[in-house]
């Protein structure tokens, strides 16, 4: 989480993600997820929720006693207006039916059309993967 500054800022996030872990993730932030964020102390919008009063006076102290932050804010390079190479695919000429290939399969070549059972043409970044 290369964004965030402070002990707290991680604690607080981490505990965030563990009520997604608890609830394995089924419901991204509706009830299940509201039912325990906020058994544990978290509130707000659920899709931000963070440490309410007491939950967060936990973490503070927690942030205290583990000591030092190990890493500063991170500054990740601004994309420009340089597009990512599209990903290697195939695409069916007759029907418009559409793949992406995985690496390992592009020296094999296009794959059949399932419905038109013809071959498929190449389409995207072929030339610069290394298979």
């Known amino acids: 989480m290369p964004h965030l500054h402070t002990p707290f800022d991680f604690l607080d996030t981490l505990v965030h993600e563990l009520v997604h872990a608890v609830d394995n993730c089924k419901s991204g932030h509706g009830e299940g997820f509201k039912r325990i964020a906020l058994d544990i102390g978290l509130k707000g919008p659920m ?20 000591g030092e932050f190990p890493h500063g804010r991170l500054s ?42 013809e071959g498929m043409e190449e389409t995207g970044g072929w030339i610069g993967f290394d298979c």
């Open 47 to 66: 899709r931000s929720a963070g440490a309410g009063e007491w939950l967060k006076k936990d973490l503070l102290a927690i942030a205290e006693r583990l």
């Open 76 to 117: 990740l390079p601004v994309r420009t207006g340089q597009k990512a190479a599209k990903r290697p695919g195939a695409k069916c000429t007759k029907c418009g039916y559409e793949v992406v290939m995985l690496r390992k399969h592009l020296l094999l070549g296009p794959p059949i059309c399932p419905k038109d059972m």
